[in-house]
């Protein structure tokens, strides 16, 4: 538990992560279920950046010419975090599209309706 | 499988050939209820199974939310019990902290020019990632236009009125308030903007960041200032001109880069001195196609969203 | 300085459908956009020959430094035997296959956006190399994305509503796979330190050796593995494939099927031998469990497809079986196992993109429509189409001489290496031959019986006709030449370990 404590930017994460996966698969609303996708990314990021922070080190940007590992956080889960957010940009925006789409085709954002009214065009 | 039971009854018989004879027709599934087939039967039960699905539906719904939220329960507690045996937070000798860090902080400054470390890694140590996720959002920005572009599959009358009177509203408005303050703020977020960008190998940002904050401004700019003031610089055709030239300057670069370096020849970018606005070798030049192509995004995705054009 | 060409393939080929993606928007015509493409892949397919025959001619793999710093710091990427054969079916596959639906793809994508279809190709093209070819599991990531945005890209293609519906569902389950796949690249970073795959190998190692993390080390196996699977459509997760590739054109429904739920598998092979170690894989029993539902996959889909009456959704749910068959390989959890489930990536590959492709001839004589009992008569109007669904057919029901047999033969012996699971899998393959042969031969039977009015033949598109008949080819040389193969992957499995 004192563990648990200790991690406990990583277990907000995992418990967003969770939180992110459920809306994902049960949310109806399709544009709430791509939000359910957008917090289980930042769920990721945020274990991420927790898991590259060390206790009283600053950001990996040399000032005054230090060049001590003693000195800094570990830059490599930053750039995963960044290249990370573009991908989930790029996921986003083309999902929106997609959903701004299927309403203009089917007037309704409820994915079983959408469902059921593509299955019903489909049978005839 | 079916021709086995075709000497025991007679009539059943029949019914199971005829059975066999329309599955093999491919009029019939197999697996469907054990009915005899004649021409109206076989609708009539059609929509009974149609029927039935509907009316399970509600059930099988139950289940489906049932076991999600029991996998997304466990999936939290597993992840806790996992987060409670991972290395505790903020720790100097957690595995993490290797030799590929150490490299990174201690020879990154000389080795790839850059002060921000992160920028040096992500553009020059671990390039082809970058380059990658670059490919990813051209990748989203082309299917954004395939989809919301305007064309004969997604064009609808109703549609083009309401594009019509929302320009025809927008001619007409004078949001004095919008205007005045958007002609004094978009200058400067273009100038931040440009800042952020130009210093992502000095400073926190760089060609993300930067861009984004550019593409900002210039939603801002066509919200305040209308549609068609934007088109009048800024079309498709500059669009793809651009985030497509800059992408291909990408390409050829970083392929340059990877060429020399995996083939130990000698690369002609110049370093130049850590800490000065041109240093770094390629990154700078990265950072500006990557800002460009990430405002030119921005811009693009609003536009398509809204309009269905550039 | 000396230049190594042979070693700079992987990095030229990713490259070279990285580049005629990202021009192809200055190309505003569709039939110059699918030049530009078939060109690219043509080279990229001789290149990756090149490679091929030098690698197997040497019997050795290697890494390539993407950029001026080697292995920890830098990206890599590794080719091989194994690499590369999987590189050539690829290219020659989605060559074939574009250049047999390339009416269909004309017909049915708007003409206006035409281009955008090829550089959607191209750059699924340079994805599904780089997931071959990395030797990095955060590029793995990325490249997933690419891979998994341009497929959804793909299904949504015709741009009717029934496809953009089929495309969101794609996209939704591919998205839960991805999401559950970066969670475990986080936590394997985390408890290793790396990203690169013999990096992260030797840090196991030494875990494993010292004792510490074994659990979350267990729960970053599951996520991985769970991630890829789904991605792959794995059984339980199958249910976007029969919307998808009903609502596809039949190009794209080939290569989906054939081509990107298999890329999947080759990072997971990868990761299996290069990251985990087939040894601690064995021991963790994901083995096992990847075995129950391969096998669960083989008799579900197959069930799933005898109650489908149009032959698009049943031959996604044969695709549902036969990815089952490469699971339940690799759930033997041998070498033996492994090498049959590659065996039978090459083989579904190139039968069921011939199936996909012949299909579209087929339901484009029977105006258009795709249940079973409207396609009476079909191969007698496009003759072409007809033998290459029959032979498909056959193929895939697993008949002496075509590709699907030899794949069947070697699941069979390799069973034989993994005592507990011996009778299941024979069990199950006899199980699934017949459920394959009851939804197969119908509509085979249907296609070829003579229907009532006059036959009207079709004219053969010379494209069309070449791609089949080439595909055709190919099966029969997989059937009977498959000794060769088989020792290649041998000597490519040996080398990834």
């Known amino acids: 538990m004192t563990q648990l404590i200790i991690n406990h930017y990583e277990a907000a994460a995992v418990i967003l992560f969770g939180i992110g996966f459920m809306n994902l698969l049960l949310q109806n609303n399709l544009i709430k279920k791509f939000i359910g996708l957008n917090i289980m990314d930042t769920a990721v990021y945020l274990f991420l950046a927790a898991k590259g922070y060390i206790t009283g080190r600053i950001a990996p940007i040399v000032v005054d010419g230090i060049l001590d590992v003693e000195h800094y956080i570990n830059p490599v889960p930053s750039g995963l975090v960044l290249t990370g957010i573009v991908v989930s940009v790029s996921v986003t925006a083309f999902s929106l599209a997609l959903v701004q789409r299927l309403y203009k085709s089917y007037g309704t954002l409820d994915m079983d309706k959408i469902m059921s009214m593509a299955r019903k065009e489909e049978e005839e | 499988m079916n021709n086995t039971s075709q000497n025991t009854n007679p009539k059943e018989n029949n019914c199971t050939w005829k059975r066999f004879v329309a599955w093999v027709n491919g009029e019939e599934a197999l697996t469907l209820p054990k009915h005899c087939i004649s021409e109206k039967v076989e609708k009539s039960e059609k929509s009974k199974v149609r029927k039935n699905w509907e009316e399970t539906a509600e059930l099988r719904q139950k289940i489906y939310r049932i076991l999600s939220i029991v996998i997304c329960l466990s999936i939290i507690v597993m992840l806790l019990i996992t987060v409670k045996e991972l290395p505790p937070f903020g720790s100097s000798t957690n595995p993490a902290s290797n030799e590929v860090v150490e490299r990174y902080i201690e020879s990154g ?51 083009d009125q ?134 030119c995004t921005m811009y693009g995705f609003y536009a398509l969203f809204t309009k269905g054009d550039i | 300085m000396h230049v190594n060409f042979i070693h700079n393939i992987p990095f030229f080929s990713i490259f070279l459908a990285m580049f005629s993606g990202i021009i192809t928007p200055f190309i505003k015509n569709g039939k110059y956009a699918q030049r530009v493409n078939s060109a690219m892949i043509l080279i990229v397919g001789i290149m990756s020959a090149i490679l091929f025959l030098n690698v197997t001619a040497t019997g050795e793999s290697f890494t390539f430094m993407m950029g001026h710093f080697p292995a920890p710091w830098g990206n890599e990427l590794r080719a091989g035997p194994f690499e590369a054969l999987m590189a050539i079916t690829f290219s ?47 590029t793995g990531y990325v490249f997933i994305e690419i891979n998994t945005i341009a497929s959804c890209a793909l299904v949504m293609s015709k741009g009717k509503g029934e496809s953009i519906v089929a495309t969101i569902h794609y996209l939704i389950i591919s998205l839960l796979g991805s999401g559950l796949f970066l969670m475990g690249l ?119 497809a005898l109650r489908e009456v149009k032959i698009k959704r049943m031959l996604a749910y044969s695709s549902v ?32 993109a011939m199936l996909f492709v012949c299909t579209g001839g087929l339901v484009d004589v029977s105006d258009k429509k795709d249940q079973i009992r409207n396609m009476r008569g079909a191969a007698h109007k496009n003759l072409i189409a007809g033998i290459a669904f029959t032979v498909g057919a056959l193929s895939m029901v697993g008949v002496p001489l075509f590709a699907g047999f030899v794949s069947k033969i070697y699941f069979a012996t390799a069973s034989l290496y993994s005592p507990g699971k011996m ?26 019986s003579l229907p009532t009015e006059k036959i009207e033949r079709a004219p053969v598109e010379p494209w069309f006709a070449f791609s089949m008949i080439c595909f055709i080819v190919l099966n029969f040389a997989l059937g009977i030449f498959y000794k060769p193969v088989i020792r290649i992957l041998e000597l490519g499995i040996g080398l990834l370990s």
Request: charged content about 10%; glycine content about 8%; proline content about 3%.
């Open chain 2, 162 to 295: 309401e594009i019509a009177e929302d320009e025809e509203f927008e001619k007409e408005d004078s949001n004095i308030i919008l205007k005045q303050i958007a002609a004094f703020i978009v200058p400067l977020i273009f100038l931040f903007g440009i800042y952020v960008i130009l210093n992502g190998h000095l400073s926190p940002g760089g060609g993300f960041s930067g861009g984004a904050i550019v593409g900002a401004g210039l939603i801002l700019y066509s919200i305040a200032f209308g549609h068609e003031k934007v088109r009048t610089f800024f079309t498709f055709r500059t669009f793809t001109k651009i985030s497509v030239s800059c992408l291909l300057t990408y390409c050829a670069a970083k392929g340059y880069s990877f060429f020399t370096g995996a083939n130990h020849l000698h690369s002609i970018i110049p370093k130049g001195t850590p800490g000065n606005i041109l240093s770094s070798g390629l990154i700078l030049p990265l950072n500006i196609c990557v800002g460009m192509i990430v405002a």
């Open chain 3, 321 to 352: 079986a036969q990815i089952g068959y490469i699971f339940m390989g690799l759930g033997l959890g041998t070498h033996v196992g492994v090498i049959a489930a590659c065996f039978h990536i090459l083989a579904h590959a190139v039968t069921k």
């Open chain 3, 92 to 138: 020659v596959v989605i060559w074939l296959t574009l250049a047999g639906g390339r009416t269909f793809i004309f017909e049915d994508v708007l003409s206006e956006k035409q281009n955008l279809f090829f550089i959607v190709v191209n750059l699924l093209f340079a994805s599904m190399l780089a997931l071959i070819y990395t030797n990095d599991v955060f």
């Open chain 3, 423 to 448: 009778a299941a899998t024979l069990i199950t393959l006899a199980i699934s031959m017949i459920l394959n042969a009851m939804y197969f031969i119908p509509s085979v039977i249907a296609i070829w």
């Open chain 2, 109 to 159: 400054l000389e080795e790839t020019g850059a002060v921000n470390i992160v920028a040096g890694m992500i553009l020059d140590y671990r390039a082809f990632d970058t380059f990658g996720e670059s490919a990813v959002l051209f990748l989203a920005v082309m299917c954004v236009v395939i989809l919301m572009r305007r064309d004969s599959n997604n064009i609808s009358a109703e549609e």
């Open chain 3, 186 to 304: 986080s936590l394997l970073y985390d408890i290793t330190g790396h990203l690169l795959m013999p990096s992260i190998q030797q840090s196991i190692f030494k875990l494993m050796q010292t004792g510490e993390y074994q659990l979350p080390f267990m729960v970053v196996v599951g996520f991985i593995v769970l991630g890829l699977s789904i991605k792959s459509a794995l059984f339980p997760f199958h249910s976007m494939l029969p919307g998808a590739y009903q609502a596809a054109t039949p190009s794209v429904s080939g290569i989906l099927s054939g081509l990107v739920l298999k890329s999947y598998i080759i990072l997971l092979i990868k990761i299996f031998y290069c990251v985990f170690s087939i040894d601690i894989i064995h021991s963790l029993k994901v083995t096992n469990v990847l075995f129950i539902f391969g096998v669960c996959g083989m008799v579900m889909g197959s069930v799933y």
